[in-house]
């Protein structure tokens, strides 16, 4: 049986791949980017229509003209829409599209997972339904049979996936200035993250907890994931290295192998909290439950592939290395 956090976790898929080397920049931007904050600028034209472009399934699809009327599959898609600018632009979200708060304020489709509203779809009239890794390609099939026009937006593997992601949507929604200068500013957070960590004197080892449904064998993520890169590229060392899958169990035996020195828990949403960790038998012999060193996460952060995994990369940096980032 799968653990109760997997119908939410299925939104991270499998990230794979590293990121480009760092580039030094000299401060920290601030952490989050909203609707708002997205200025257009004109370094990069607009796309011409009609639009021809491959999605990640390798279909070729046209588009006419620039999309008025979206339907968002996925919160990270979602989000995707709302950065841009173009939260006016959507009819329709999935129900667990929660972020920005106005989203939830946008008719509710259903679920991607237990079935969608497919009558209300219709009645919305999208001239665009933006689909991501988590729908099935037999959805997509189905949707397509019912005249709807569809595109499946692949994960990234790396920021400059997400980059690349951010400038399809911005073609597709007529949107390519507020996605570039979006890239923009993500690009020189990051950047910033990398040359501060140039000072770090230790790589923290870290255990990101996505599920302890079973205490004596919780799960995490392993080599390969993008929770693994993103603990990378903020100055640690995935604990869970050795293991394989995005989904994988740690003994507790391993894991006091390990000793990791920082404990994240991605569940802390689910009631999972810092004192409760060091009551798990076995569990207060490790470093970071000794040295206070738990901290809860937002695992939406992490799991949903839009632009807020920049947040997660610049939070997670400030939890391992506090004083690089005063």
Known sequence: ??????????????????????????????????ESQVTPTSTQPAPEFPLTITDGLQRTLTFEAPAQRIISLAPSNTEILFALGAGEQLVGRDVLSDFPPEAQGVADIGDTFIGLNTELIISLEPDLVLAAEITPVEQVAQLEQLGVNVFWLANPSDFEGLYANLAIVGQLTGRSTEAASLVAVLEERVAAVDNALLAKTNTPAVFYELDASEPAAPWTSGAGTFIDLLIARAGGRNAAEGIQGAFAQMSIEELLVQDPDVILLGDA??????????????????????????????????????????????????????????
């Open 1 to 34: 049986m799968k653990p109760r956090l997997f119908s939410i976790l299925l939104f991270i898929s499998v990230f794979l791949a590293a990121c480009a080397s760092p580039t030094a920049q000299p401060t920290l931007p601030a952490p989050a980017v909203s």
């Open 269 to 326: 949403a689910y009631g999972i909290t810092v004192e409760s960790v060091g009551q798990r038998a076995g569990w207060g012999d490790l470093a970071a439950v000794q040295s206070g060193s738990v901290y809860p996460f937002d695992d939406n952060l992490i799991s949903r592939p839009g632009p807020r995994l920049v947040d997660a990369l610049e939070e997670l940096a400030r939890l391992l290395h506090p004083d690089l980032f005063e």
